[in-house]
């Protein structure tokens, strides 16, 4: 089975700090991974943007229902009645409005403060002292370390998916002796490595989110 039309293939390896992603219509894709060496099943994988899957039969299957594909390499048919969009709701909110905290008391959901940065101070001295993570392709092994265990902190304890760049300086900026433009860079490499989440914020604030397998790793 091949792919036609325009294609994504993705290549990540942590360990090495290597990301390759290639764009574009497939038999041109394949050729730029004939060119770097990892073309047919070599690793990473492609998957179709807005293309089409095509069997050995010549029979085309939608991207959309390849997953659901009979044996025979044809579209199953939709169970019911074709879906009429004029029964959904419309929710239309501006960009940037959506109030969590007022959607979950709507719920009943009461989402714990969040803590300051005494508080996390305070926590992470319970926890001393670190050993720095043993992991080669890491740049500050202890301070990687101290900082996995504060956003395990905040998201265990706190109930906090993630947590500010602002407040993770205030905790930590002094402790590294970083100031904030060169812990914020920091951050952003730990991010382009995968060990951790950029949540861009609608105030125009970066947050982060730990990886659970980042966590895990000690």
Known sequence: MRIDGPVRFRFRDLEADIEVLIEGDASWVESMREELGISGEG???????????????GNTISSANRSRADAKGGPPKRPGPPPDPSRIPASIRDIGNLDIEAAFDNLGVRLSPIPSAEELKSSLLELEPFEPLEEPSTELALEERVLQALMEIIVRNHGRPSTSESLLFDVLGERFSMDSKSFGKWLRRLWKQGRIERVFGSDGQDAYAPFPFWLERE
């Open 43 to 57: 690793p990473g994988y492609v998957v179709p943007i807005h293309g089409t899957f095509r069997n050995n039969s």
